[in-house]
C-alpha cells in the first residue's frame, strides 16, 4: 500500500494551496480518506475527511476554507486549502481508513509565512 502524498510548499497568508494523495494497493472507494496535520511539538489532528460515500467532515478551524474531494477514477483524495494562516503551518498527512485497517502517506510540508 503506497499514499504519496504532494503539493505542499511555501505560501503567503490568504494564499492557496492544493494537496493530492495518489493511493495504490488499496480498493481506493471503499476506504474513507482523510487529511491530517502535525504543526512541531503538537499532536497530529484530523484536518478534513471524506467517506467512501462522499460525505464530508471538517476541523472548526478550517470550515469554509478548505474543501477535501475525492476522484475514484484516479485513486486520489485532495485537500483545496484557501485563505491559508500562519497556524495552518504544518506537515500534511493523508490517511486511508478502513474498519481496522489504517494507512498513512509520508508527508508533506505546508509552510504559511510572510
Known amino acids: 500500500v503506497q499514499l504519496v502524498e504532494s503539493g505542499g510548499g511555501w505560501v503567503q497568508p490568504g494564499g492557496s494551496l492544493r494537496l493530492s494523495c495518489a493511493a495504490s494497493g488499496i480498493t481506493f472507494s471503499r476506504y474513507a480518506m482523510g487529511w491530517y496535520r502535525q504543526a512541531p511539538g503538537k499532536q497530529r489532528d484530523l484536518v478534513a475527511a471524506?467517506?467512501?460515500?462522499?460525505?464530508?467532515n471538517y476541523a472548526d478551524s478550517v470550515k469554509g476554507r478548505f474543501t477535501i474531494s475525492r476522484d475514484n477514477a484516479k485513486n486520489t483524495v485532495y485537500l483545496q486549502m484557501n485563505s491559508l494562516k500562519p497556524e495552518d503551518t504544518a506537515v500534511y498527512y493523508c490517511?486511508?481508513?478502513?474498519?481496522?485497517?489504517?494507512?498513512w502517506g509520508q508527508g508533506t510540508q505546508v509552510a504559511v509565512s510572510s
Open positions: 471524506v467517506t467512501s460515500g462522499g460525505s464530508t
Open positions: 490517511n486511508a481508513h478502513l474498519v481496522t485497517m489504517n494507512y
